[in-house]
């Protein structure tokens, strides 16, 4: 009963918290009884409430016990190793096919009770099951497995040769996961967090990178204390294996490069006058002739220095995200991709120039690209020119 239980809600686990449990059923045989018994001696108190409220008070006083070891079980069994494993969501195709194997498998269980297989033949051997609940009995294994494959897609499929950037809409703060071409993946920043705040890094960042099949990170940048950049790494930190781990206090000593990615820490200046985001890390990744500059929430002047005016026949290409403003409310989130020179971006005939995609994962509404044709939706925006610079700059001045 308690797999047909777990079985029956896997695809909802999944979808909405990314997790499988695989040690339900084993817990089970010890929170199972405990429940029953929390759930039967507290009818009873109920009951005895139209009697006596002193038997009624010992008799609640008597479930107690019983909840503390039920959550002493409880926190046993999660402090396994591997009590919970983190999985992407699976998509409408696998949840139909994992709905219609479980239906076919009840169906010819079903049919076999009915029947009353096994049975013994006239010859007094065992009966040989019916061809047609065979089939059912294929066809629900292969529904099945069909299911676990897409499902695991994400997991094991082969890198694609794409730079990605995706800002994920985090409320005020920032998190921009890099999916790099040989399919690693760098955080820079993971949203807020900590007391009393809900915390994007679990809520937010984490479900974004199991859905991706990312179960690993190659490098987490932090680029300031602040709460809306760095609250939620912790959550990062718990649930994720990670290899680097970057802030402005401790930068690599020479760039890092994934594969074809070059990932440039320029080193953060001093605080002046107190602004403390003029000493945030900035982030340059390069890959080919596309550039992209993470640049947190420095001031325009510093910007300035690390972005130098191009030659107008250059082309670039600049995505811009919004923040709260000082007093607290939010500004819309805007997300303009602008080529300089829309003449010199357009893509060569034969481009041979690294494949670039800047995703906002914010509504599509906010997320737009202005060229000569007007504005566009720009949450998967491509260019694939052979020279383009890009750059992704943070504004704002809270602290």
Not at 6 to 27: D, E, R, W, Y
Not at 86 to 99: E, F, Q, S
Not at 147 to 164: E, I, K, Q
Not at 359 to 384: I, M, V
């Amino acid at each position: 009963m308690s797999a047909a239980a777990q079985l029956a809600v896997l695809p909802i686990t999944l979808t909405h918290f990314n997790q499988l449990s695989t040690i339900g059923l084993v817990a089970n045989l010890g929170v199972v009884p405990l429940a029953g018994a929390a759930t039967i001696v507290g009818l009873v108190a109920v009951g005895l409430s139209f009697l006596s409220q002193t038997l009624a008070a010992v008799a609640f006083d008597a479930v107690w016990p019983v909840l503390l070891a039920l959550r002493g079980v409880v926190a046993l069994a999660a402090g396994v190793p591997g009590a919970v494993v983190h999985l992407p969501a699976p998509g409408w195709i696998a949840v139909t096919c994992y709905v219609g194997g479980l239906a076919l498998l009840v169906a010819w269980h079903e049919t076999r009770v009915r029947d009353g297989r096994p049975a013994q033949g006239k010859d007094g051997h065992s009966a040989t099951p019916a061809r047609g609940g065979r089939g059912s009995l294929l066809l629900a294994v292969a529904l099945l497995a069909l299911a676990v494959g897409c499902a695991a897609w994400p997991l094991v499929r082969p890198p694609d040769g794409r730079l990605r950037l995706t800002i994920l809409d985090v409320g005020q703060g920032d998190a921009i996961v890099v999916e790099l071409p040989d399919g690693r993946a760098l955080l820079v920043d993971a949203g807020s967090g900590g007391p009393a705040r809900l915390d994007a890094g679990e809520r937010v960042v984490a479900p974004f990178l199991w859905n991706r099949g990312i179960l690993r990170l190659a490098a987490v940048a932090v680029t300031h204390d602040d709460s809306d950049h760095a609250g939620g790494a912790p959550a990062i930190r718990r649930l994720f294996s990670i290899d680097e781990q970057w802030t402005g206090a401790s930068l690599p000593v020479e760039p890092r490069r994934f594969g074809r990615v070059l990932v440039i820490p320029l080193p953060p200046l001093a605080a002046a006058g107190g602004r403390r985001n003029e000493a945030g890390l900035v982030l340059r990744i390069e890959m080919g002739l596309a550039s992209f500059l993470l640049a947190s929430d420095i001031g325009v002047a510093r910007e300035r220095q690390l972005v130098p005016p191009r030659a107008p026949s250059s082309s670039a290409r600049s995505v811009r995200r919004s923040r709260r403003s000082r007093s607290g409310r939010a500004t819309p989130t805007d997300i303009p991709i602008r080529a300089c020179s829309p003449a010199s971006a357009r893509p060569a005939r034969r481009s041979t120039g690294p494949t670039v995609t800047a995703r906002s994962s914010s509504r599509p509404t906010a997320a737009r690209s202005r060229s000569r044709a007007g504005p566009r939706d720009a949450s998967t925006a491509s260019a694939s020119t052979p020279k383009r610079s890009a750059r992704i700059d943070g504004h704002g001045p809270h602290q």
